[in-house]
């Protein structure tokens, strides 16, 4: 399926596990992006990437890990979860350079932590 | 830190009226605006971008910039119930994208 997709859709973990979210393009976008959503403080981001072995933080970074070993590829690892990081996911892309530059969202992954 | 702030919601407009929704946004350096939409549940869907003063129209919507004034809006002309949603203000700063925290907007039958 073209465009972007996430694993799982839904996740219920516990205080302290790990928990790696998937994310997969198909358009090979150089730029990706990990964001959470919460009531009242919108789409916060987490990390982003330029390219495949280039990583930045975002906003708010702490308690997550990202690696981007392949451009198509971005997954997102919880060390130790915690019940603040209980939220909805979403991964997205874009192309930098050239014509317009949109973000597309991936659907999202409901993350609950016990 | 760069901010993007919108009018507070929720919005509530009769069938077939204008729905307005506004955005200001603090980095001068900022070169793109989006507009998204997102239904409850759902990811956010982009349905206007634009990147140059002036107005830029696309079927209902209008989308509407001001660097100047760094402010960005969206006109939603003969709304209809499936407008329902919250619709969020991005704006790119070189490489990054940020967003307000959303304008709800009913379209009350």
């Known amino acids: 399926d073209a465009g972007i997709t996430q694993s799982p859709r839904y996740k219920i973990t516990e205080t302290g596990r790990q928990v790696t979210l998937m994310c997969h393009q198909t358009w090979s976008h150089s730029y990706m992006f990990w964001y959470r959503q919460d009531l009242g403080h919108g789409l916060r981001l987490i990390y982003y990437s330029a390219a495949a072995d280039i990583t930045d933080k975002g906003e708010v970074p702490d308690g997550y890990v990202v690696s981007r070993s392949k451009t198509e590829n971005f997954p997102l690892t919880l060390e130790s979860a915690t019940r603040s990081q209980t939220s909805v996911y979403f991964c997205?892309?874009?192309?930098?350079?050239?014509?317009?530059?949109?973000?597309?969202f991936g659907p999202g992954t409901r993350l609950t932590v016990l | 830190q760069k901010e993007v702030e919108q009018n507070s919601g929720p919005l509530s407009v009769p069938e077939g009226a204008i729905a307005s929704l506004n955005c200001t946004y603090s980095?001068?350096?900022?070169?793109?605006f989006f507009w998204y939409r997102q239904y409850s549940g759902k990811s956010p869907e982009l349905i206007m971008s634009i990147y140059s003063n002036g107005d830029k129209e696309d079927g209902r919507f209008t989308a509407q910039l001001n660097k100047a004034s760094q402010y960005v809006s969206l006109l939603i002309r003969d709304s209809q119930p499936s407008d329902s949603a919250t619709y969020l203000c991005a704006v790119r700063t070189g490489n990054q994208f940020y967003f307000g925290t959303g304008t709800s907007l009913t379209v009350i039958p």
């Open positions: 997205a892309s874009f192309h930098s350079g050239g014509g317009e530059n949109e973000q597309f």
């Open positions: 980095d001068r350096g900022s070169q793109s």
